[in-house]
């Protein structure tokens, strides 16, 4: 594989870091889920060149109606689209790479055996602990078992 760290963007991680970065990465993968919901909602009533009628709850309980029609309603749609990206990127950032939004998968760059690996989470998982080979696929997950062989134990 060669002298990766060389050419690799960020700094691998440990299994404490990962761990301690979730609550983070649970937060923006739950907004991108509501995010995306909301533009497939909306661009269902652009293809089908209906006006759409938004519906949403305020402060106080009462619900509040918007009517966009189709210039409208795709202007929010390209705003959802830019805010999605603004929190993956936010996301990448941090070195970790978004796999799946719905199921939130997501991996983070670690070193196992001073080998380049990705330590793993989906969602309704309590902690990361599964990892898997750069070029293996989600479905090759194996757990954690020797947590020592995943980098120092301290904050780097």
Request: a positive charge; charged letters at 25%; one cysteine or more.
């Amino acid at each position: 594989m060669g002298d990766y760290k060389q050419t690799m963007l960020f700094k691998p991680v440990t299994i404490q870091e990962a761990n301690a970065y979730l609550p983070f990465v649970k937060e923006k993968l739950i907004k991108v889920q509501k995010l995306v919901i909301k533009g497939q909602v909306l661009q269902q009533h652009l293809d089908d060149r209906k006006t759409t009628k938004i519906s949403r709850l305020r402060a106080d309980g009462q619900e509040e109606i918007e009517l966009l029609d189709f210039s409208s309603a795709r202007e929010k749609v390209l705003a959802i689209e830019q805010t999605i990206r603004d929190e993956l990127v936010k996301l990448h950032g941090l070195g970790i790479v978004v796999k799946s939004i719905v199921p939130g998968r997501i991996c983070f760059f670690a070193e196992r055996h001073r080998q380049p690996v990705f330590l793993s989470w989906q969602a309704g998982e309590k902690e990361v602990s599964y990892w898997h080979a750069l070029d293996d696929g989600f479905s090759m997950r194996q757990i954690v078992q020797q947590p020592e062989a995943f980098g120092p134990h301290y904050i780097h």
